[in-house]
Antibody
Framework: QVQLQESGPGLVKPSETLSLTCTVS??????????WTWVRQPPGKGLEWIGY???????IYNPSLKSRVSLSIDTSTNQLFLKMTSVTATDTAVYYC??????????WGPGIMVIVSS | DIQMTQSPSSLSASVGDRVTITCRAS??????LNWYQQKPGKAPRLLIY???TLQSGVPSRFSGSGSETDFTLTISSLQPEDFATYYC?????????FGQGTKLEI
């Protein structure tokens, strides 16, 4: 069973870049079994799909975030990375890394709360 | 984008009740509709995928039905641990989208 754990700074200043890491265990990030996915949830609100990366580098992003988001993979450390530029308060959210397999999101990390504030 | 609309947004029920939550898609989701349960401070948990298939380890009191644009999640006999927020989600076309959630309360 895949396990995922998000990490990174819990506080980011407006206009700066948010950088998160997701450490994967139980499978390789180079595996073609999964699409490695990010989803976020603002406090008290619903869920928003950010995008996914697969095949060690192919990415699909939500068009609403595409100009600011970049996903990547490091196979040597078995980690996933999310970078989001020019953040504002509306980017304050819990960020989840998870797996998509056969059209469903089956394994989720516990999430990491990121606050955008000066 | 496919807009997902759940109803109701909140629901009060009692242990033992039968509960149904509906989800409507603004265009076809085909069979690629999933249901998740989320408890406060926790990540969502997959309950149902492909509209009606129970995820491994999920109690059989949960069931799903529907296709194309109209879907339902039914809990046949509510248990105390079922009080949570439920989300539908379409995996048919990117950007994948979620419903706004249904909060199930005592």
């Amino acid at each position: 069973q895949v396990q995922l754990q998000e990490s990174g700074p819990g506080l980011v200043k407006p206009s700066e870049t948010l950088s998160l890491t997701c450490t994967v265990s139980g499978d390789s990030v180079s595996s073609d079994t999964y699409y490695w996915t990010w989803v976020r949830q603002p406090p008290g609100k619903g869920l928003e799909w950010i995008g996914y990366i697969y095949d060690s580098g192919t990415t699909i992003y939500n068009p609403s975030l595409k100009s600011r988001v970049s996903l990547s993979i490091d196979t040597s450390t078995n980690q996933l990375f999310l970078k989001m530029t020019s953040v504002t308060a509306t980017d304050t959210a819990v960020y989840y890394c998870l797996t998509e397999q056969r059209f469903r999101f089956d394994f989720w990390g516990p999430g990491i709360m990121v606050i955008v504030s000066s | 984008d496919i807009q997902m609309t759940q109803s109701p947004s909140s629901l009060s029920a009692s242990v033992g009740d039968r509960v149904t939550i509906t989800c409507r898609a603004s265009q076809t989701a085909s069979k690629y509709l999933n249901w998740y349960q989320q408890k406060p401070g926790k990540a969502p948990r997959l309950l149902i995928y492909a509209a009606s298939t129970l995820q491994s380890g999920v109690p059989s009191r949960f069931s799903g039905s529907g296709s194309e644009t109209d879907f339902t999640l039914t809990i046949s006999s509510l248990q105390p641990e079922d009080f949570a927020t439920y989300y539908c989600q379409q995996n048919n076309i990117t950007p994948y989208t979620f419903g706004q959630g249904t909060k199930l309360e005592i």
